[in-house]
């Protein structure tokens, strides 16, 4: 069985904390090859802030912000990506500054920010899914980045926000934590194939720090 089928099988089935741990470690060395999409929920922000709707993208002040501790974490995980050289190509983000930050943190290059990233819960004062299909075509607008081939031998990384992840790929996704990443393989065939999900500590355990 290669690797993409154990870690599915893995995700599905197993539900001890062990076998988890070492299939995570399974899909970090395999992002070397290249070929994956890597979708990000941005690191820590500071809660005293808050977005003002509509939002003003060129308005600091009107938007939540990296807090120093979501920095701290955006670099390191962006050093252990380096340190473990897995390359990356395309780098898409959110609109919203605190996703720009966090994606260009991470990858250390300039990003490309675009409207099927930005934070969906302005569709609907809730963030749920509602009788306009707002969240669903948000959702949706993101699997399509998704299901997009990677560049040969590099892997796209895209940084956007909670609300984003759950209408994308369902409730159960609602849970992502700050900085935790939901690798996905892009096919040919159809659409991209979950892989595994991969927490911040992930990378620096890879990576021996």
């Known amino acids: 069985m290669n690797v993409l089928c154990r870690l599915a099988v893995i995700s599905l089935l197993c539900g001890s904390s062990q076998a988890v741990a070492a299939d995570t470690r399974d899909l970090v060395a395999s992002l070397k090859q290249g070929g994956y999409v890597l979708v990000f929920r941005h690191t820590a922000t500071d809660d005293s802030q808050k977005d003002v709707y509509p939002f003003k993208f060129d308005d600091m002040s009107a938007q939540r912000q990296l ?11 962006g ?19 605190r996703a720009i930050e966090a994606g260009k943190l991470i990858s250390g290059r300039e990003v490309k920010p675009v409207d099927a990233l930005t934070d969906s819960s302005n569709a609907s004062a809730s963030g749920m899914a509602n009788p306009t299909g707002a969240n669903a075509k948000a959702g949706q607008a993101v699997r399509q980045l998704v299901d997009a081939a990677s560049q040969a031998g590099t892997n796209t990384f895209l940084v956007t926000h909670k609300t984003n992840i ?43 720090k």
């Open 67 to 77: 807090s120093e501790k979501g920095r701290d974490m955006a670099r390191q995980i």
């Open 79 to 97: 050093a252990a990506i380096r340190e473990l050289a897995i390359p990356i190509g395309d780098v898409y983000t959110s609109r919203l500054n």
């Open 166 to 208: 759950a209408d994308a790929f369902g409730k159960d996704a609602g849970d992502v934590q700050e900085g935790e990443a939901f690798a996905y393989r892009p096919s040919a065939a159809g659409a991209a194939a979950f892989v595994g999900r991969i927490k911040p500590a992930d990378w620096n355990a890879k990576a021996g």
